[in-house]
């Protein structure tokens, strides 16, 4: 009877485990996804992969994981850059890939580009 009961409780917190994993995988698709929008650049794989993940401690002082994740974009079609993010709970605190494309003007006396 005890064997059932530990098979149980480590069978719910493997579900609960894979359940967290697949909610922070779907949110960093979907930042992935946004952030290549906004750039104006190609998202690749329409996927992410995860790369890591470690334990921390969340904002609110619980103990929880901090997972990593990569995504590749494209400027063309041709070249493949990587982006990174790292999610601690659901909560971005890192990202490297395209930035955000800014309007700029040029200024006729120097050609200098100003952003607008």
């Known amino acids: 009877m005890p064997t059932l009961l530990f098979l149980m409780i480590f069978g719910a917190i493997g579900f609960a485990f894979w359940d967290r994993s ?3 995988a779907d ?3 979907e930042l992935g996804r946004n952030a290549c929008r906004a750039a104006d650049v190609q998202w690749l794989d329409q996927s992410v992969h995860a790369t890591g993940i470690r334990l921390c401690r969340l904002s609110n002082g619980w103990l ?3 997972r990593s994740f990569r995504f ?3 400027y063309d079609g041709i070249d493949r850059h990587t982006g990174r993010m790292v999610l601690r709970g659901g909560e ?3 990202f ?3 930035a955000a494309a800014q ?3 040029l200024r ?3 050609e200098e580009a100003e952003d607008i």
Do not use: H, N, Q
């Open 27 to 29: 949110r960093a698709t």
């Open 92 to 94: 971005l605190v890192s």
């Open 72 to 74: 590749d974009y494209s």
């Open 108 to 110: 006729r006396s120097t």
């Open 103 to 105: 309007i700029s003007r």
């Open 96 to 98: 490297a890939g395209p």
């Open 22 to 24: 697949r909610a922070a």
């Open 64 to 66: 929880g994981f901090e």
